[in-house]
Every structure is written in structure tokens, then in C-alpha cells.
């Protein structure tokens, strides 16, 4: 799985209730024709990720069809949402 290209947003909180910042990352795949995930028009990763204080991590993150949005029912494995936990922290500031 490599990162071709991504986005980051900051998310607004007009309530105040929640804590922290909070960003949502696209993030668009380039993935090898025999993985399950592989769709030839393309296939993203939609993760929200906070900061507040000391802790940074990825709330909740979803596969996604590029061309439809539909999302896909997969999880990343351990090594895999370890590395989108350190792209995204090295993208915070981008």
C-alpha cells in the first residue's frame, strides 16, 4: 500500500464540546492489482485524527471506493495503522 497522494482538513467543532483538534485525512491508495482492497478507479482511506495535548492518534478511519465514496468493510492490520498514524502525525503541520 502506498500513499499516491492525500488531504488534510481541520474539522471545526461549532459546539465546543469535543476536545482537542480534530483533522480528516484522505488519503488515496495505490495498491497491488492482487489485493482485496484493489479497485483499478481507485481506492482511498478517510481517517479523523486528533490532537489534544500530548496525545495524537487516529480516532476512526474508513476505506473508501475513489469513484463512488462507498466505503469498504476492511480494517488495517497492526503494521498498517502504524504507519497511518506516523504519516499522519508528519502531516499535521503540512
Known sequence: ??????????LVDPTGILSGTRYEFHLYLQLD???????????????IFLVDGEEERIVSYNFFERATGNVL??????????????????????
Request: glycine share 4%; hydrophobic share 30%; charged share 45%.
Open 1 to 10: 500500500m502506498d500513499i499516491m497522494e492525500y488531504t488534510r482538513e481541520e
Open 33 to 47: 492489482p492482487e489485493d482485496e482492497l484493489y479497485d483499478e478507479k481507485g481506492t482511498g482511506l478517510r481517517i
Open 73 to 94: 468493510d476492511f480494517e488495517l492490520d497492526d503494521e498498517e495503522y502504524t504507519e497511518i498514524e506516523q504519516f499522519c502525525k508528519a502531516h499535521l503541520a503540512q
